[in-house]
């Protein structure tokens, strides 16, 4: 029967496709595992430097370039860090839906430094401006790969052309959990002066025995330690949207997997019910025959 | 009595997290030694030796740099750029980034910018090999170092 040929080529395509999906789940459950361990060994390093951060500029008056704000200055820069390739359910698509909760102030222009691929085709297809394109290595992010991506939004943050600067990427929660986020990176301040605000008293209080003593002077620490900090919190971002990136495709390779399983068993099930169709059907007519002998 | 609630971090991995009595580190103006009850202090490192001193003992730990944070809770944080405990470093390994930054020393005089980047890596990796050789006979067992500097 023709009917059954077709169903048995079916069930060879599909268990076909389970192999192809079934290894690429494997693989990307061995860089997930990777690339969780270097998120969740990397955050204390940023966590702290972020901390330090934020307590440093609650006191100093130093007028160092990178502490500056800019209001006057009509771009905001984000810089999108998406994955390479595809095959990884929505966290793409969500991750430039965030970026709508930027472009709500009407004044001010979003300018995209895209870091991944899929940013880019995204972005570009939207229609939106990018203004500089980080391309992002297969292998595992090293901080030296940072370097010039840093150096880049600093700079057009010290020469006045961005009043702020986003970092927009998919946090790693857990392995099924990983949402996009938002996080400033820079001026320092406004997050700060959140913050304070709902503890103030804390904060003026503290003023006067909290000062923190400089070796050598402020400048001087400052000046190595705000790029340190901007390279540690790009990194961390990219270390977490890496992590998101194996854990959303191992988990898709797993659905795949397992759906191409129940199409199989499904398929599997109408097969069997043709060919027990087809034997009773061939009995049947053996029995008319033999007795239409008789 | 007062302890120092001691972190060392670096990009990596964190490498120590415990109660210290005192703590020993290289900075830009000098060898500093922290007490308990130290005033809030920021500082830079610079790659050397540091001496972190607990009720059970020494650790010698090497840093490439980075910064000393003393704050009013009275922990202390050194967010380093790269840092290895004395027996983790591979000693044939430093030895061998000794003779590579000498030999590119000689070649690259022509760019400033390059210059000030193998005088760095050279003095990390002496500094590396120095804390490495003063703790040779502490070392029990050779432990494969995880090559945390690249040339």
Not at chain 1, 228 to 247: F, G, K, N
Not at chain 2, 31 to 56: D, F, R, Y
Request: glycine residues 4%; positive net charge; charged residues 25%.
């Amino acid at each position: 029967m023709a009917g059954m040929r077709d169903i048995k080529r079916r069930i060879k395509s599909v268990q076909g496709t389970r192999k192809i999906t079934r290894a690429m789940q494997l693989v990307s459950a061995a860089k997930m595992r990777k690339a969780q361990y270097q998120a969740a060994s990397s955050r204390p390093y940023s966590s702290l430097a972020w901390e330090l951060i934020n307590n440093l500029t609650r006191q100093l008056e130093i007028d160092m370039p990178l502490l500056r704000t800019h209001r006057h200055a009509k771009k905001v820069g984000v810089l999108l860090i998406s994955t390479n390739r595809g095959f990884v359910g929505s966290l793409n698509v969500n991750l430039v839906g965030k970026l709508k909760e930027l472009e709500k102030n009407p004044e001010l222009i979003c300018e995209l430094v895209v870091h991944g691929q899929q940013a880019k085709t995204l972005t570009a297809r939207m229609g939106k401006v990018i203004g500089a394109d980080f391309p992002k290595l297969d292998k595992t992010t090293a901080i030296e790969d940072i370097y010039p991506l840093a150096k880049y939004l600093t700079d057009l943050y010290q020469t006045n052309q961005y009043r702020k600067i986003y970092i927009v990427y998919n946090h790693f929660y857990s392995t099924i959990s990983q949402k996009p986020e938002i996080i400033q990176l820079l001026p320092f301040s406004p997050e700060v002066v959140r913050q304070s605000k709902e503890k103030q008293e804390v904060v003026i209080s503290k003023k006067y025995g909290y000062n923190y003593q400089f070796e050598p002077e402020p400048t001087k620490v400052l000046e190595h330690l705000l790029p340190r900090i901007i390279e540690s919190q790009i990194y961390q971002a990219v270390l977490e949207s890496d992590a998101s990136e194996h854990s959303a495709r191992m988990i898709m390779m797993k659905n795949a997997t397992d759906a191409a399983g129940d199409l199989i068993d499904d398929l599997t099930l109408s097969y069997n019910q043709l060919r027990q169709n087809k034997i009773t059907t061939e009995l049947a007519e053996i029995t008319a025959g033999k007795i239409a002998l008789e | 009595m007062a302890k120092i609630n001691f972190h060392l971090v670096t990009p990596e991995r964190t490498l120590l997290n415990k109660e210290l009595v005192s703590l020993s580190c290289p900075t830009d103006l000098g060898q500093i030694t922290i007490l308990p009850n130290h005033v809030p202090l920021v500082a830079n490192l610079v790659p050397g030796e540091l001496v972190a001193k607990s009720a059970a003992g020494e650790e010698h730990i090497h840093v490439a740099g980075g910064f000393i944070q003393v704050n009013p809770k009275g922990q202390v944080i050194v967010l380093a750029d790269a840092a290895e405990h004395d027996y983790e470093i591979d000693l044939k390994g430093a030895e061998e980034a000794v003779q590579r930054a000498k030999k590119a020393l000689t070649e690259v005089r022509a760019s400033s910018e390059e210059y000030a980047k193998v005088t760095a890596s050279l003095e990390r990796s002496l500094t590396k090999l120095h804390v490495a050789k003063r703790h040779a006979r502490r070392r029990s067992t050779g432990l494969p170092s995880e090559g945390v500097f690249k040339e």
